[in-house]
């Protein structure tokens, strides 16, 4: 069974860098697409960043330069790492992967002006 469990958000001031991890269970992120999503109030869940093995990473034009996503092979996480925050960037964040099509429960992240 796939769990994906998102931790490391909470009230962050703008240009903070928090970078939350996603720990996975029943899968591998090396060898998987593994992506981040958000749902900020009042709107659609939007994609951030994927990294998929033999294709590399993507960004959402929102946030690219400013985050990063990574994989941790022998902790077996995905991380996001945000840098510059913005107001506009609170939203809740979902960890996600294809393999199963799971998400995460989400993390709440909270960028205060």
């Known amino acids: 069974q796939v769990q994906l469990v998102a931790s490391g958000g909470g009230l962050v001031q703008a240009g903070g860098s928090p970078r939350p991890p996603c720990a996975a269970s029943?899968?591998?992120?090396?060898?998987?697409?593994m992506a981040w999503y958000r749902q900020a109030p009042g709107k659609q869940r939007e994609l951030v960043a994927r990294i998929t093995t033999g294709v590399g990473t993507y960004y959402a034009d929102s946030v690219k330069d400013r985050f990063t996503i990574s994989r941790d092979n022998a902790r077996n996480t995905v991380s996001l790492r945000m840098d510059s925050l913005k107001p506009e960037d609170t939203a809740v964040y979902y960890c996600y992967t294809r393999y199963s099509q799971s998400w995460g429960q989400g993390t709440q992240v909270t960028v205060s002006s």
């Open positions: 029943g899968l591998s992120v090396s060898i998987n697409y």
